[in-house]
DNA sequence: CTGTATCCATGGAGATACTG
DNA sequence: CAGTATCTCCATGGATACAG
């Protein structure tokens, strides 16, 4: 066991469900954690920010900075008095808070990279898992 | 900040930005999370798996759960010789390496859930963000 | 530059019925 | 029980053109 499950029963794993279909809800789809990992290195422009995140269309960047505005985690700034307009997103506190969540998914990506690399894209790896990389805490 | 971004340099986002994809390509959509949540209480037969995503119907299950044993994420066991056939999922040491992303994404989901709860679904909440829970490292 | 509007293709996903 | 087969609807999302 690499970790201790998140639950030890099944009333807790009712709960675990449910959280995780919340966090879900928020942050599914191809783009969302995405766009705030582009976020998480500072504010960006409308068009900076469709640069980093590889393949979106404006139509999907727009609509989904829509959401995540609308869900407080990044905010939107509108630079009026230039020609043309500067819109700079910046991630909120709260778009902060999802660091434990993207950081998890990444080493989790990069394990599996790894993987893939000694397996030869699928079937049952090699018998010893490598040890994930640290998730560190938030406290 | 709540937590140290899980990099420090633009080239250093562009491989994060990649695990990240790598692993949402895997994971992404409504089923997966939840279906490996459920297997962490211990193996399970399909329809008692079923029972416990709730919401999730018999076709979705078949193929989420066919693609989760392409991926060495979990395996399936056929007892024949009953009547009728019972088939067990079993969760993959490899999927055990999810717990992390799980357990991220648990612990996000009860954040927002409180949050919620004091901003009446939507809005700039409160400006101290509550701690969230500890999500321990798996070394 | 920062988007929005429109059209359109694909596939995600539910309902239902059916098989071994 | 453990699925598969169809049918169908609708959201996701790309391409393109347009607007402030």
Redesign the interface.
Known sequence: ???????TS?AT?TT?????????D?????WK??II??L??GPKRFKQLQR???GITAKMLSKELKELE???LLTRHVQADTVPVAVTYTL???G??????????????????H?IMH?GE????APS?P??A??????
Chains 1, 2 share one sequence.
């Not at 066991?1 to 639950?7: I, L, S």
């Not at 675990?16 to 879900?24: G, K, N, T």
């Not at 640290?134 to 406290?139: C, H, K, L």
């Open positions: 066991m690499v970790y201790p499950p998140p639950h099944a794993c675990a469900m449910r959280s995780v279909r919340d966090a879900l928020l942050l599914g789809g191809k954690l995405p990992l582009g998480s290195e980093d995140v590889t609308m869900n407080g909120a506190p709260y902060t808070t999802l660091y434990p969540v993207i950081g998890a998914l990444h080493n989790w990506g990069q394990l599996h990279r993987r397996t699928d079937g049952h790896p898992v040890e994930a640290a998730v560190p805490n938030v406290a």
